[in-house]
């Protein structure tokens, strides 16, 4: 039970890597907060993880909704001990020129606004308490970028700045602050990434994760109730591959 005790908040919580890491935090005895624009889908996932899981819906690319967000968190929890930045979208595989501005503009909201209507609005809560995990949920897109996912991959090595400069300037504050760098994934996003999900993409994929097979939520759920736990205290400012030996 390495959350006992806890309370958290994870964005993009209705499906996927968010999914995986909100169970495996009840599992380690955090009550958690699922925050998605899917409201219904966050709270039929509240419901199937159980453990007194609630949810709420917020658009982490806007200040309004993260700001209810952090309002509810406290109703429900009276205070907030770890933040999953997780909710993140791509665009689709293009050449860089073809990806329209809409497009560019709707993954830099929800994969970097993102974090700043959080630092806005949460980070002065753990602040004043003088304690705090935040995760940031960044890609080995941000280390070795792939072709044709140009936008997407800056949008996850900006988070990976953000990381570090959150890190160096909360660690006074008691608020520790990592990322993890997930490889392709086992999730509804995949089929986004690869353009088209059939059997010689997902091969072309595999064959460069030396470990041989997509991450999972549940690899995502280990890796973050590790960084999040007091296991981790002295560790922050990292961006931990979770990718199978991809970035090696
Ligand atoms: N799946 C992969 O291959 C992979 C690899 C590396 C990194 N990642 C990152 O992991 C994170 C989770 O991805 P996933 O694969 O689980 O995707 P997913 O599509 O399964 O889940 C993403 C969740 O985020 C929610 N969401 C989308 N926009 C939102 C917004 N504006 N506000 C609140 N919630 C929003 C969606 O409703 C969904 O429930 C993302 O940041 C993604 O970039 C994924």
Not at 89 to 117: C, G, Q, Y
Not at 161 to 178: Q, Y
Request: proline share 4%.
């Amino acid at each position: 039970m390495k959350l006992q005790g806890k309370t958290a908040i994870v964005t993009g919580g209705a499906s996927g890597f968010g999914a995986g890491i909100a169970a495996k935090f009840v599992a380690e005895g955090a009550r958690v907060l699922i925050a998605d624009i899917n409201g219904a889908a966050a709270k039929s996932m509240a419901n199937e993880i159980g453990g007194g899981t609630v949810s709420h819906a917020a658009n982490m690319a806007l200040g309004d909704d993260v700001k209810k967000l952090t309002e509810a968190a406290i109703d429900a929890f009276g205070h907030i001990d770890i933040l999953v930045n997780n909710a993140g979208v791509t665009h689709l595989p293009a050449a860089m020129e073809d990806i329209t501005e809409e497009d560019f503009d709707r993954v830099l909201a929800v994969n970097t606004k993102s974090v700043f209507w959080s630092a806005k609005y949460i980070i002065p809560h753990m602040k004043s308490r003088q304690t705090g995990a935040v995760l940031n949920v960044a890609s080995t897109a941000g280390v070795s970028p792939r072709p044709r996912l140009s936008w997407y991959n800056s949008s996850k090595g900006w988070m990976i700045t953000a990381t570090k400069s959150m890190a160096v300037e909360l660690a006074p504050n008691g608020v520790r602050v990592n990322a993890l760098n997930p490889v392709a994934g086992e999730t509804p996003l995949l089929k986004s990434f690869m353009g088209e999900d059939t059997p010689e993409m997902r091969a072309k994929f595999l064959s460069t994760i030396p470990i041989g097979r997509f991450s999972t939520p549940q690899d995502m759920g280990a890796a973050a109730a590790f960084l999040c736990s007091d296991e981790a205290g002295m560790i922050t400012g990292i961006c931990m591959e979770v990718d199978g030996g991809r970035c090696i």
